[in-house]
């Protein structure tokens, strides 16, 4: 049964770091393209990072040069270190495993910016 959980989100003040986790079960994230998205109130869907088979990686336009998406496969996560957040950074931040025919979804986790 395929399953992630996201942890690792709350509450910080602009300028700060955060680092996300996501925990995957089921399946090993390392064989296939897994993707972190955002959502924040009122807005649509918003993906943030990618990172595929073979390690390469892109980044939403607003993130760029402040978020690093990562895999530990010892421990089967997919992670997402935030530097510099913003307040506009805020949001619930989901964790994707896209599969052939079906995309997977973790619960999500908040992130919240402010001072």
């Known amino acids: 049964q395929v399953q992630l959980v996201e942890s690792g989100g709350g509450l910080v003040q602009p300028g700060g770091s955060l680092r996300l986790s996501c925990a995957a079960s089921?399946?090993?994230?390392?064989?296939?393209?897994m993707k972190w998205y955002r959502q924040a109130p009122g807005k649509e869907r918003e993906l943030v990072a990618v990172i595929r088979v073979f390690g390469s990686t892109n980044y939403g336009d607003s993130v760029k040069g402040r978020f690093t998406i990562s895999r530990d496969n010892a421990k089967n996560t997919v992670n997402l270190q935030m530097n510099s957040l913003k307040p506009e950074d805020t949001a619930v931040y989901y964790c994707n495993a896209r599969f052939p025919a079906n995309d997977f979804w973790g619960q999500g986790t908040q992130v919240t910016v402010s001072s």
């Open positions: 089921g399946f090993t994230v390392s064989t296939y393209v």
